[in-house]
Every structure is written in structure tokens, then in C-alpha cells.
């Protein structure tokens, strides 16, 4: 039984969901490549501009998709399906782009040129804000990276790290301390502007093919206008929506380890049993488990996601749902690998099968913000207020 389907409701749904699926079977293809290369594959790149999908999330008006939280969810997990480094790279995309598109953060005439450049041009765009001594903005460090006013320009000096897409991305939005503002500022920033290097720094276990390197800014000028916003401007909504696509990865990622452990259990008959393992009590005992983990996953992110489309006006009461969403979910992913990987035994690690990187890549979702810590606290304190 295919677990997502039953979350597909109309004919829209199905076709976004089937192109997501094209595209993870060809970036799936090319896994082996970018897990040794540690980069986002530019043929996969070629292949998602090429299917127009990187303005799925732009409003219709400038030419894109406009998909609903939900839809954006049921791309994402499909895409997750297929290889989950791509998906979550993508995925930090498509976000922004709705993120822009819904929040109104940059000034029209900025925005309406961005969208119809996205639109046409099919751009990838990434934020990158994560540094060395800072470590996740979410824990609220202010950048090292700095812009400092020269006439009417900004010269931009600082390191970033966890820039995932870093290799391929067409531009950047980075956060820098703008020093004549007083203040946090994060400026448009094409890849190939003079004076920024990407170094080669994504050693990592989980998710390789994210490509996550560390960027550097090395004098690198910046016209005023690209200055798109200021962290004392910007209106700060109490939940984004859009961050699910983090869990809806990881989601993904659980659901094709769940495939794959049925697949090799139903094929699967050692020379002690008459039948496959799939007919023994305790490989049915996991896979019913791996079931319910899953059940309980989708059923909470779809039905937050519905909240959140359904009843614009309680967005702003759903932050402590959304931190929950991800927990939860991450945390079922992670044990439904598990048991995905105890199903398969001893050939889960190798490196014949995918079970190893589902086991790998899982982890990081764990790592990815809000931390268990940060979504027990707003929880605790959302009951006792």
C-alpha cells in the first residue's frame, strides 16, 4: 500500500505529486555521485529548472504554481522519496520563494523583479545565514559577517557555513551585521560576484549531497539596493508555515526505507524458512510498526498543514504546532529506519543497498531547527501561560 496516496485529494494534487516523483527517480539515479562529490549534482539542477518546478511556490501572477502548505508537503515528501538531500535542498527554495511571496518581507518593485527573474530564468536562491562562532540563527546570534557603508554601496567581508546548494545556487540571501544601520540586514547576492569563494567543507555523515559548503566574502561589493531587508524592519509572524518542508523531508526519507524493507522482505527467503520473511511474526510486527509510526506522522503534519490554509486566521497561533510537527516527525523518521534497517539485518549496511544512507540522512533531521529543546520549551510554556 502506498501511504501517500491516501493524503492526495484531486486531480491538481496528483499531478503536482507525479512530477515530484519524476524528478526524485532521476536525482535518484545520481546518488551515488553526489554522495562522493558531496554536491548537489548540476544535472539535477538542469532537471528541476528544465521542469519549471523551481516557481512552483511563485503566485500564479508571475507565472508559478502558487501551491498551497499542503501541496508544497506532498511535493516534498514524494521528492524525499527519491533522494532525500535533494528534496531538502530544494526545499529551502521553494520555502523562501513562499516565504517572499505571502509575507510581503521585500519592497514590491524588488520583489515583482525577483519573481519575474525566478520565473523566467528559473533561479535557485537559497538564505545563508548559519556562521562559525554563531551557529544556528534560530539560537539568535548576532553575524560576524559585515557590511559596511561605502557611498552608495556595501562592502561585504564574513564566512558562512552550512550554505547548502552553495556550489549551485544562482543567488544568495546573507545575513550581515550592515553596521551604518545598526542593525542585522540581508542582502540579494549574485553567486558570481566578484570576491566569494565556496570551500570545499561538507565532510559530513547525513546528507551529503546537499552540498552544504562554507561560502566566503572577500571584499565583495554590493549596490545599496540589494539591501532587500532589515531585521528592524521586518514584521515577525509567531509561525512559518513553510519550515514543515524540514520534516516533510525526513518524512519522506522514513517512507522509502519503510518501501524498500517490505520490498526485501517479500523477496527474501533463506534457506531455513519455506517462505519469505514477510510471513514471519516478528518481521510483521515491525512492519505494522513501521505503519503506525507512519500514520501517526502524516495524519499530524497533513492535518496542521490543512489548519494552516483552511484558517489563515489562526496562523498566528500555530507556532507551537508547527515546532511539534517537526519533532514529532523527525523523531518517528528515525525510528522507523530503525526498524527498517532490523527488518533488512546485517545487509541494511552495505553499501548494495540504500538502507545505509536512509540511516545516515534521517539523522540530520534531528539537527535541523527548532531543536527537541527549543519546541519542549514553547509547548511548556504555551500550557502554562
Not at 3 to 21: D, H, K, P, T
Not at 143 to 162: L, M, S
Not at 341 to 363: A, H, P
Request: proline content about 4%; overall charge negative; hydrophobic content about 40%.
Amino acid at each position: 500500500m502506498n501511504l501517500l496516496e491516501q493524503f492526495i485529494s484531486n486531480a491538481r494534487q496528483q499531478a503536482l505529486v507525479e512530477l515530484a516523483y519524476k524528478l526524485g527517480e532521476k536525482a535518484k539515479q545520481r546518488v551515488n555521485v553526489a554522495e562522493k562529490t558531496a554536491k548537489l549534482p548540476m544535472e539535477t539542477v538542469v532537471d528541476f529548472k528544465e521542469a519549471e518546478y523551481l516557481s512552483l511556490t511563485l503566485p500564479t501572477v508571475y507565472g508559478g504554481k502558487a501551491l498551497s502548505l499542503y501541496e508544497f508537503l506532498l511535493v516534498q515528501e514524494q521528492l524525499a522519496v527519491g533522494d532525500g538531500a535533494t528534496a531538502l535542498s530544494i526545499g529551502w527554495h521553494l520555502g523562501i520563494i513562499k516565504e517572499l511571496s505571502e509575507e510581503n518581507i521585500w519592497d514590491d518593485t524588488t520583489f515583482e523583479w525577483f519573481a519575474k527573474e525566478v520565473a523566467s530564468k528559473q533561479l535557485l536562491v537559497n538564505r545563508i545565514a548559519t556562521e562559525p562562532a554563531t551557529g544556528s540563527p534560530t539560537r539568535g546570534g548576532i553575524p560576524e559577517t559585515k557590511a559596511v557603508k561605502q557611498g552608495e554601496h556595501y562592502i561585504i567581508n564574513g564566512r558562512k557555513t552550512f550554505a547548502t546548494m552553495a556550489d549551485v545556487l544562482d543567488y544568495y540571501l546573507v545575513t550581515a551585521y550592515a553596521e551604518d544601520k545598526e542593525t542585522v540586514g540581508t542582502f540579494l547576492i549574485a553567486k558570481e560576484s566578484s570576491g566569494i569563494t565556496v570551500e570545499q567543507t561538507w565532510d559530513t555523515l547525513s546528507m551529503r549531497g546537499t552540498g552544504s559548503n562554507d561560502v566566503i566574502f572577500s571584499n565583495v561589493d554590493v549596490p545599496e539596493a540589494q539591501l532587500v531587508e532589515l531585521s528592524t524592519q521586518r514584521k515577525k509572524p509567531a509561525a512559518k508555515g513553510w519550515l514543515l518542508h524540514i520534516p516533510a523531508c525526513y518524512l519522506g526519507i522514513a517512507l522509502a526505507a519503510r518501501n524498500d524493507a517490505i520490498a526485501f522482505a517479500k523477496n527474501f527467503q533463506p534457506n531455513s524458512l519455506s517462505t519469505p520473511i514477510s510471513e514471519v511474526a516478528h518481521i510483521q510486527q515491525k512492519i505494522g510498526d513501521m505503519d503506525l509510526k507512519l500514520l501517526q506522522a502524516h495524519h499530524f503534519m497533513y492535518s496542521v498543514a490543512n489548519q494552516w490554509d483552511h484558517y489563515p486566521e489562526k496562523r498566528a497561533n500555530l507556532g507551537p504546532d508547527l515546532a511539534a510537527v517537526k519533532t514529532v516527525i523527525t523523531n518517528l523518521a528515525n525510528e522507523v529506519v530503525d526498524l527498517a534497517m532490523r527488518i533488512v539485518g546485517g545487509r541494511g549496511l552495505s553499501k548494495t543497498y540504500q538502507f545505509e544512507q536512509y540511516y545516515r540522512d534521517v539523522r540530520a533531521g534531528l539537527h535541523n531547527p527548532p531543536m527537541d529543546d527549543m519546541v519542549i520549551q514553547i509547548l511548556a510554556k504555551r500550557a502554562i501561560n
